[in-house]
């Protein structure tokens, strides 16, 4: 397939409706334009998985990765979200910053590559904005198994904050879902003293753990916060005391807090109060080592090409960098501005993808 430049690239990749978890033919085209590496194809369910690699000598295998598909657009656009537009030096579509600025920089940046002292792979999927259990851990299990597995990896989410180059992302935070239901006894409104009002139970409790900090966080990691996100009770009536008190929360924990800091915590708040808790596991904590070829790579990489020098961040949601992490893989991540990701008329600078390629091309020469 003839040559791109990087720009053009990324024009043609945001006029895929990959809304997840449908790639939409996009993976079928990386595929193409990037023919001298080999591909595997590792499909499941509905969910599109490509790994392609290249082997140029015995050093380490150093693997992009990113997601294809997109999350639906929505209303509110000023233009089709899937027919790109340049305007001002910014392109709009629908996944222009989140991620198909990364995917596009990283393809052109391997397809120029013309010698590096090791592998070269990409770690492609249609299922990263869903639920993603048939995507990047799909990949990254058969890897496993065939004896594949890269010894860092590169994930191209968009990372950085007021101006580009200023952050990079080292880890991430886990996250860790409660549901509490608090036990009372229904009654009228009109005698309080014959009933168990879970509400006012509750209440001299909720100034204890709203918004409490689990711990204290570090350099790197925010402290975990014990956030509510839902309290209900009742029958929506002003006569009947409710019977049952249901309250969700959410931890975005850092590697200081687990489950067993939190049940500690929900039992000392809750001392002499019927309860049930529910906790599960979204995500774990992890971070990459600092002194990590890979974050020194991008480091100077980044340096370089901006003449900034990027924090060390492990703010934000989560990404696939999860499961990378999970398989002892060094992975850090790094992309364009993350201030329009998921909002109507998405965009990104033009400078900013051109830029982007240029940190890997660096990174590519320098990283061995």
């Known amino acids: 397939?003839?040559?791109?430049?990087?720009?053009?690239?990324?024009?043609?990749?945001?006029?895929?409706?990959?809304?997840?978890?449908?790639?939409?033919?996009?993976?079928?085209?990386?595929?193409?334009y990037l023919s001298d590496f080999e591909a595997i194809e590792i499909d499941r369910e509905e969910v599109k998985n490509l790994f392609l690699y290249k082997k140029f000598g015995e050093g380490p295998h150093l693997c992009f990765a990113g997601h294809v598909d997109v999350v639906p657009p929505g209303d509110g656009w000023d233009t089709n979200p899937f027919v790109p537009v340049i305007h001002e030096g910014d392109i709009y579509a629908r996944g222009s910053q989140d991620m198909k600025s990364g995917v596009a920089a990283f393809v052109q940046a391997v397809r120029e590559c013309e010698s590096f002292d090791g592998t070269l792979s990409l770690i492609l999927t249609s299922d990263e904005e869903g639920d993603a259990k048939y995507?990047?851990?799909?990949?990254?299990?058969?890897?496993?198994?065939?004896?594949?597995?890269?010894?860092?990896?590169?994930?191209?989410?968009?990372?950085?904050?007021?101006?580009?180059?200023?952050?990079?992302?080292?880890?991430?935070?886990g996250s860790i879902n409660g549901v509490l239901k608090l036990g009372g006894l229904q009654g009228h409104a009109a005698y309080p003293e014959k009933a168990d009002n879970p509400i006012h139970n509750i209440a001299p409790v909720l100034a204890k753990?709203?918004?409490?900090?689990?711990?204290?966080?570090?350099?790197?990691?925010?402290?975990?916060?014990?956030?509510?996100?839902?309290?209900?009770?009742?029958?929506?009536v002003t006569n009947v005391t409710p019977g049952t008190l249901k309250m969700m929360f959410n931890v975005r924990n850092s590697t200081k807090t687990d489950q067993k800091r939190i049940k500690e915590f929900i039992a000392e708040a809750f001392t002499g109060l019927?309860?049930?808790?529910?906790?599960?596991?979204?995500?774990?904590?992890?971070?990459?080592?600092?002194?990590?070829q890979i974050v020194k790579s991008m480091v100077h990489s980044v340096k370089q090409i901006t003449g900034i020098e990027p924090k060390l961040s492990t703010a934000g949601g989560t990404s696939d960098a999860r499961y990378i992490a999970q398989f002892g893989i060094d992975v850090v991540?790094?992309?364009?501005?993350?201030d329009r990701i998921h909002a109507p008329n998405e965009r990104t600078a033009v400078q900013e993808v051109e830029d982007l390629y240029e940190v890997f091309k660096h990174t590519l020469r320098s990283f061995a």
């Open 1 to 32: 397939m003839k040559r791109l430049n990087t720009v053009d690239l990324f024009l043609k990749l945001l006029s895929f409706p990959s809304i997840t978890p449908d790639d939409a033919g996009s993976l079928q085209f990386i595929r193409e």
């Open 333 to 338: 991540e790094f992309g364009v501005r993350n």
């Open 209 to 236: 753990i709203a918004g409490y900090d689990l711990d204290r966080g570090d350099e790197y990691f925010a402290p975990s916060k014990f956030v509510i996100t839902d309290l209900r009770s009742g029958m929506e």
């Open 274 to 292: 019927d309860y049930t808790l529910e906790l599960s596991q979204g995500s774990y904590p992890f971070r990459t080592d600092t002194k990590a």
């Open 135 to 173: 995507g990047t851990l799909e990949v990254l299990k058969y890897l496993e198994e065939k004896k594949m597995l890269p010894d860092s990896c590169i994930v191209a989410e968009p990372t950085c904050e007021e101006r580009f180059g200023d952050a990079i992302k080292v880890g991430r935070r």
